[in-house]
């Protein structure tokens, strides 16, 4: 079946450092792919997304590139910022159910 | 436009009690989700509405019911509560079941069972 692995956390980083945070997935066919990301006490959000090979989803400074070679979309920051902190979800949708499979999630914690 | 909302927000029952969490959107989107959320266990699909009228089991259906009252309600039922059901459930939706679609959830309901 469908899953997805993300590297394990939590991550903590001081401001302007370099984020990675990695994500590989296992599926047939072409899914589309996604990062959500949570603040404490919230509910997930979109961050980014892409829905075909090679593309590249970015919002606010985030990006990652759909790479189907490698299976992967990992997450990239050049410069986080403390209001960055929450936990990162990485997901794909295989069937037009709209089911979606979920990581476990990666908390980062970005310190002054 | 408040998105999805959910209520309680914060529910502590006892073993064997019954309740139904309620979720709303006023988005008009046509497909709505459960989930439940467990530390180091990312998010888990409970049960799923592709569209008003129809309703199918997700990964852990067992012990809970749903019912998709109307497009914008989507309403889940724990019958008879167990420890094991202690979690914070999300409600989503999305606009149409279809992959390339984000979901949007709710702030989530935090359910103690003891």
């Known amino acids: 079946g469908d899953s997805v692995t993300q590297m394990e956390g939590p991550v903590t980083l001081s401001e302007e450092a370099f984020l990675t945070i990695n994500c590989t997935y296992t599926?047939?066919?072409?899914?589309?792919l996604f990062w959500y990301v949570q603040y404490p006490g919230e509910g997930l959000q979109l961050l980014l997304k892409a829905t075909k090979a090679d593309d590249k989803g970015s919002n606010k400074g985030f990006e990652a590139t759909y790479r189907k070679e490698t299976t992967s979309f990992h997450l990239e920051k050049g410069s986080v910022q403390v209001s960055d902190s929450a936990v990162y979800f990485c997901?794909?949708?295989?069937?037009?159910?709209?089911?979606?499979?979920f990581g476990d999630g990666t908390t980062l914690t970005v310190k002054p | 436009n408040a998105g999805v909302t959910q209520t309680p927000k914060f529910q502590v029952l006892k073993t064997g009690q019954s309740m139904t969490l309620q979720c709303a959107q006023d988005m008009n989107h046509n497909s709505m989700y459960w989930y439940r959320q467990d530390p180091g266990m990312g998010l888990r699909l409970i049960y799923y509405?592709?569209?008003?009228?129809?309703?199918d089991k997700g990964e852990v259906p067992n012990g809970y019911n749903v019912s998709r009252l109307n497009k914008r309600e989507f309403s889940l039922r724990l019958e008879s509560a167990a420890p094991s059901q202690t979690s914070v459930y999300f409600c989503?939706?999305?606009?149409?079941?279809?992959?390339?679609?984000?979901?949007?959830f709710g702030p989530g309901t935090r359910l103690t069972v003891t």
């Open positions: 599926a047939t066919g072409y899914p589309s």
């Open positions: 509405s592709a569209s008003e009228g129809t309703t």
């Open positions: 989503a939706s999305r606009e149409q079941a279809n992959l390339s679609y984000e979901q949007y």
């Open positions: 997901a794909l949708s295989r069937t037009n159910a709209g089911k979606s499979t």
